[in-house]
């Protein structure tokens, strides 16, 4: 009986490596990611800068000048997944 278990442990042959693959996908999403933060970041602050030429523009009072910058903040909330999802990822 322990004669069977040793050649059925001996004949198992260890399971061969996975191979790592580098994609361009990989250096795209990590070498994106923070230029496209500091764009963002970038133009929610224009948008908090100008508000007040905004406002004055556009003959707006305080309270209806301040759903600018509630859109602008939504609206990059929501292109986010979007994208994803339109291409798949």
Known sequence: ???MLAEATSAKSPP???PSVKTVHLFLGVFGVPPGAMIATGT??????GLADMRG????????ASLIGTGFNA???????SRSISVGC
């Open 1 to 3: 009986m322990m004669l």
């Open 16 to 18: 061969e490596p996975i």
């Open 75 to 81: 609206s990059m909330m929501f292109i986010g997944p």
């Open 57 to 64: 523009a556009l003959h707006l009072g305080v309270d209806e």
């Open 44 to 49: 929610g602050r224009l948008i908090s800068v």
